[in-house]
């Protein structure tokens, strides 16, 4: 048993390793080292395996907007080691698409070209490209590295006809005030369409999986404030957060605790009741170790483990 394995038996000994872990980052970040295995999805996977992938991720943001195609200008948010889905909008009605991330996945760009050549063959688009397919050759699209989305939105005078990600508004040090930030950068009747994931992204393996609520704020801030680890931001705050919004939208759950796999987005009177138990159970059994901050929370709201969270902004006339 290697010595990482070792320390994820404890859950003290874990917090000693994002201690020093975060440090380190911090260092990293320190010397303009951008650099992170993190978002790098596509790195051990197919071809095929990728294009299914962004395919899957493109589809369903069409889905979950419940629209056919975003056209205008676009901002993506953490696109992490590929441009796919970008250029899958651009191919199919965007003009403009901007990919804002805080760090730079690592990637092998050779490795890469073969994606978009795959995605260019099959969307007939090669003429979306100045040259042979990859992201440097791609029209369209605009790349901010190094540049977190709660400084993006309020730095530049971009506006959008939609704001997508996924699985990156748990990694943001401030998740509320960015969607606050992006709402201000939409064009009138342009979308939010965010997938969010609540759980702990593998921190306490081994252990209940809202251990990490167990973790006082002040140490827990210490742990993650480099790294971009989740945040701890829960489905309360974003549902706080759109009630007091001038947008028109909803949140959909996507994950319980304590229940294996997705489930069909759906409000929490629509979950199948087992399904509701299994992960209300599932929270009763740690909750009264959980810091004051996360032991106050409805239990439903500690069950929900991934959302998404749609809007609208009205147009001028308030439609």
Same mark, same amino acid.
């Given at each position: 048993?290697? #010595?990482?394995?070792?320390?994820?038996?404890?859950?003290?000994?874990?917090?000693?390793?994002?201690?020093?872990?975060?440090?380190?980052?911090?260092?990293?970040?320190?010397?303009?080292? #951008?650099?992170?295995?993190?978002?790098?999805?596509?790195?051990?996977?197919?071809?095929?395996?990728?294009?299914?992938?962004?395919?899957?991720?493109? +589809?369903?943001?069409?889905?979950?907007?419940?629209?056919?195609?975003?056209?205008?200008?676009?901002?993506?948010?953490?696109?992490?080691? +590929?441009?796919?889905?970008?250029?899958?909008?651009?191919?199919?009605?965007?003009?403009a698409v901007h990919a804002i991330d805080r760090f730079y996945s690592k990637r092998d760009l050779s490795e890469q070209r073969h994606i978009y050549e795959a995605l260019a063959a099959q969307e007939n688009a090669a003429t979306l490209f100045d040259g042979s397919p990859s992201e440097d050759t791609m029209r369209g699209l605009h790349y901010h590295p190094g540049i977190a989305a709660e400084d993006y939105f309020t730095r530049y005078g971009h506006h959008f006809d939609a704001i997508l990600s996924r699985a990156?508004?748990?990694?943001?040090?401030?998740?509320?005030?960015? #969607?606050?930030?992006?709402?201000?950068?939409?064009?009138?009747?342009?979308?939010?369409?965010?997938?969010?994931?609540?759980?702990?992204?593998?921190?306490f393996a081994g252990h209940h999986s809202l251990t990490f609520l167990t973790i006082s704020d002040s140490w827990y801030r210490r742990m993650t404030a480099q790294s971009g680890r989740p945040n701890r931001v829960l489905v309360n705050h974003y549902r706080n957060w759109l009630d007091q919004s001038s947008l028109n939208g909803e949140i959909r759950v996507t994950r319980l605790a304590g229940v294996d796999g997705e489930i069909q987005p759906s409000i929490w009177e629509d979950i199948d009741q087992e399904q509701r138990n299994q992960a209300l159970d599932y929270v009763a059994h740690i909750q009264k170790r959980l810091t004051t901050t996360y032991r106050s929370i409805d239990p439903k709201d500690l069950a929900v483990a991934g959302i998404i969270l749609i809007a609208t902004k009205p147009q001028a006339n308030g439609t």
């Open positions: 048993m290697d #010595l990482r394995s070792l320390v994820r038996k404890s859950v003290f000994a874990s917090c000693l390793y994002y201690l020093a872990d975060d440090w380190r980052f911090g260092r990293k970040l320190s010397r303009g080292d #951008l650099e992170t295995t993190s978002g790098t999805r596509h790195a051990n996977s197919s071809v095929s395996v990728s294009v299914d992938y962004i395919r899957k991720v493109y +589809n369903d943001y069409r889905t979950y907007a419940g629209i056919s195609k975003f056209r205008g200008i676009i901002g993506e948010i953490g696109p992490g080691d +590929n441009f796919g889905v970008a250029m899958l909008l651009l191919a199919n009605g965007a003009d990156v508004l748990e990694h943001l040090y401030d998740p509320i005030s960015a #969607l606050t930030y992006m709402t201000n950068a939409l064009k009138p009747g342009g979308r939010l369409v965010h997938r969010i994931d609540l759980r702990d992204h593998g921190m």
